[in-house]
């Protein structure tokens, strides 16, 4: 049977965007939903910090696991399996007696994940070679709108229909992605049995590049980190920086959406210019313009000067996300796609975990500068490793 792979990156992308947007959709008031649970006032933050960073926590856990079963079942099984946990899991918030059962909830959140990397391994498989740059940046944009529009309509579903109703629709909206996935992705594959499946050190040493492997999960784990370092100190930066403390809110929501804006823009455009002229280019010069992006970040005067930075940074992760993305695919045996992908999210939702706790402990020791400056030093350093890495590569056009 002749898979229509576009039809797929297609529903994928539909699929990878209600996802996006039901996991940022509950951020705004998670921690008004954990007073309302009837949490003491004096542990509302802590709760809420945990009630967010678990489920990245756990996702990163049992990634690999998800991966080594997509290999062995089929990507479009594991993507029907997280949108159908997912669906009970965040529907359920709404039912929740209280908070620790609240943190249980959000835990298997985590733990029945998996939809975007799946769909990412799945279509990276199926797209032509010569077009997998593309269609990975496009894939990316989906849940980077999601993500991007979630904050926003979670506040104003709250607002209009009361907090536990919004876990009601974020229910709603995973269990139409179910039915999507169900009826409309469709894949050609082989059940293999446990043991004829290539071992996770086989797949290592039939990688074309280990060494690069293991950079690009770098990469991922320091995208991420730099995307979250900033989180827990941005409202107050803001309020440092602004003469306007009434349109704090306003401002940090409009902050964190402009990097999300372009990088929706950029991504297919740079993934097909990846295409081109080789993704391990287009990463490098995205981690360059990062870091380019965070040493000014730390030294603004003003928050439009901060929203400026944050636009030009979403170019960055514009390229490095579809980079990333495309460059496992090229090196990695077909039969271990998934469980390369699987590692890969392990290390972007370790990233998820740590950078709050990197921002914070910095922010606490020095200043809110400091965290930009050190978020800077990480990705200079993810610049030298890539350089390192791809020192063959900048010579001859090898890994594409």
Avoid at 198 to 221: A, D, H, N, P, Y
Avoid at 312 to 334: E, Q, R
């Amino acid at each position: 049977m002749e898979i229509n792979w576009k039809r797929n990156l297609l529903i994928s992308w539909i699929g990878c965007f209600f996802t996006g947007a039901s996991f940022s959709l509950v951020m705004p008031f998670i921690p008004l939903y954990i007073e309302e649970l009837g949490a003491p006032a004096s542990q509302v933050p802590l709760l809420s910090g945990l009630a967010i960073s678990i489920t990245a926590l756990a996702a990163a856990i049992v990634a690999p696991i998800w991966g080594n079963l997509a290999d062995r079942k089929g990507r479009r099984l594991m993507m029907i399996r997280a949108a159908a946990g997912m669906t009970v899991t965040m529907g359920a918030l709404a039912f929740v007696p209280n908070v620790y059962w609240l943190l249980v909830m959000r835990f298997f959140t985590g733990v029945l994940s998996g939809y975007i990397p799946n769909a990412t391994a799945l279509i990276a498989y199926q797209a032509p070679r010569e077009k997998s740059g593309w269609a990975i940046g496009t894939l990316a944009t989906g849940a980077i709108a999601g993500n991007l529009i979630g904050p926003l309509m979670g506040g104003i579903l709250a607002e209009l229909l009361g907090m536990k109703n919004v876990f009601i629709i974020t229910g709603m909206i995973l269990f139409i992605t179910l039915l999507l996935t169900i009826f409309l992705v469709k894949e050609t594959f082989e059940p293999v049995e446990k043991k004829d499946l290539m071992s996770t050190k086989e797949i290592l040493g039939q990688s074309t590049r280990r060494s690069v492997l293991f950079g690009l999960f770098f990469t991922s784990l320091i995208l991420q980190l730099g995307m979250t370092s900033i989180s827990p100190i941005l409202t107050l930066y803001i309020r440092e920086l602004s003469t306007d403390t009434g349109s704090v809110l306003f401002l940090s929501g409009l902050i964190v959406s402009v990097a999300g804006v372009s990088a929706v823009i950029s991504s297919p455009y740079l993934g097909r210019l990846g295409d081109r002229i080789g993704n391990h280019k287009i990463l490098l010069l995205g981690l360059v313009f990062s870091f380019c992006c965070f040493i000014p970040m730390g030294l603004v005067t003003s928050p439009w000067q901060l929203g400026v930075l944050r636009f030009l940074l979403g170019f960055s992760t514009g390229a490095l996300m579809p980079s990333v993305n495309t460059l496992i695919s090229k090196i990695t045996p077909p039969e271990g796609v998934s469980r390369i992908f699987g590692y890969n999210q392990m290390f972007n939702n370790f990233g998820q975990v740590l950078g709050p706790l990197v921002g914070s402990a910095v922010a606490q020791a020095y200043s809110y500068s400091a965290v930009f400056f050190v978020t800077a030093g990480f990705v200079l350093l993810n610049i030298f490793l890539s350089l390192f890495n791809f020192r063959h590569d900048l010579k001859h056009q090898d890994i594409g």
